[in-house]
């Protein structure tokens, strides 16, 4: 028994110390201009998820998703976000798809989680991916509001549609079947 048990962790040290070592001789991959295979991409986002649900507080958004509070969330979006997750006027970022993983498109494919879920991810990032932390960027309310309007973004009270459609000329997505874009 005790050889078997010695035996696995002679296994798994050979395994780690020869992983390391073909990473330092130069046999991992480091270009990030294509798309991440299909096996990878779903490891990695089950990954993240699991880590976000274990790591990140249950906490509930304190800024109210006033009109006022949805209008400066899309404006902070816009200043800091847009360039690698799309425009409000609903045009693909360049920068997209030379990431890896690609940057998904936030405004096209709004996020579906919980905000305590979106909050954590903005405020610190993802790892091992082009996804900056912006907690030395943005203070928590910009960040409560920001999760606020990306939350929203598919019902967005009347008035604050109207103040997207003057500052982009493109109508907000409404999640509807015929108004669904593909990018
Ligand atoms: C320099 C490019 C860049 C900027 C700027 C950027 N992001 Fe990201 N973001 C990424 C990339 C790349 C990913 C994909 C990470 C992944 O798939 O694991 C990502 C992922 C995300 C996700 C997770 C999406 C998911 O699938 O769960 C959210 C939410 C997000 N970003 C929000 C924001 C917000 C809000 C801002 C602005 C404050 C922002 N990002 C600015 C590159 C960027």
């Known amino acids: 028994?005790?050889?078997?048990?010695?035996?696995?962790?002679?296994?798994?040290?050979?395994?780690?110390?020869?992983?390391?070592?073909?990473?330092?001789?130069?046999?991992?991959?480091?270009?990030?201009?294509?798309?991440?295979?299909d096996m990878e991409r779903h490891f990695a986002m089950s990954a993240l998820d699991n880590s976000v649900e274990r790591h990140a507080p249950r906490l509930n958004n304190p800024v109210p998703p006033t009109d006022e509070n949805l209008i400066e969330g899309l404006k902070i979006y816009t200043m800091n976000c847009a360039l690698c997750h799309g425009g409000i006027d609903r045009q693909p970022s360049t920068l997209a798809k030379s990431f890896y993983p690609p940057a998904p498109n936030l405004i096209l494919h709004p996020p579906d989680d919980e905000e305590w879920h979106v909050f954590y991810v903005i405020r610190t990032g993802v790892r091992y991916?082009?996804?900056?932390?912006?907690?030395?960027?943005?203070?928590?309310?910009?960040?409560?509001?920001?999760?606020?309007?990306?939350?929203?973004?598919?019902?967005l009270p009347p008035s604050v549609q109207d103040y997207w459609k003057q500052s982009s000329g493109a109508a907000p997505p409404t999640g509807t079947p015929e108004g669904h874009d593909h990018e």
């Open 129 to 155: 991916s082009g996804m900056p932390a912006w907690d030395k960027t943005l203070s928590e309310p910009q960040i409560w509001k920001l999760t606020a309007f990306l939350t929203r973004v598919e019902k």
């Open 1 to 37: 028994m005790r050889n078997f048990v010695l035996g696995i962790v002679i296994t798994i040290l050979v395994l780690l110390i020869g992983g390391l070592g073909l990473a330092l001789l130069g046999f991992l991959p480091t270009r990030a201009n294509h798309a991440p295979p």
